[in-house]
């Protein structure tokens, strides 16, 4: 059998071993651009998430001694 026989099997093959490869040499930059490309979307997400409203928020004590 020929490794290098174009057929769906050894073209997978030979793509997954390229990707490792890939994988196994730029590791720690991935890592780095993960790590930035995550913290970017939980920081733009949490700049447009709407406000809390104040009707859900805890009571001050000035109003909770006012209601007594």
Known sequence: MNPY???????????????????????KPLLVIGATGATVAISVGAAQAPAMPHDNAAPTAAVAAGSR
């Not at 174009?6 to 490792?20: D, Q, S, Y």
């Open 5 to 27: 026989e174009v057929t769906l099997p050894n073209v997978l093959a030979r793509v997954g071993a390229w990707c490792r490869g890939l994988v196994r040499r730029y590791r």
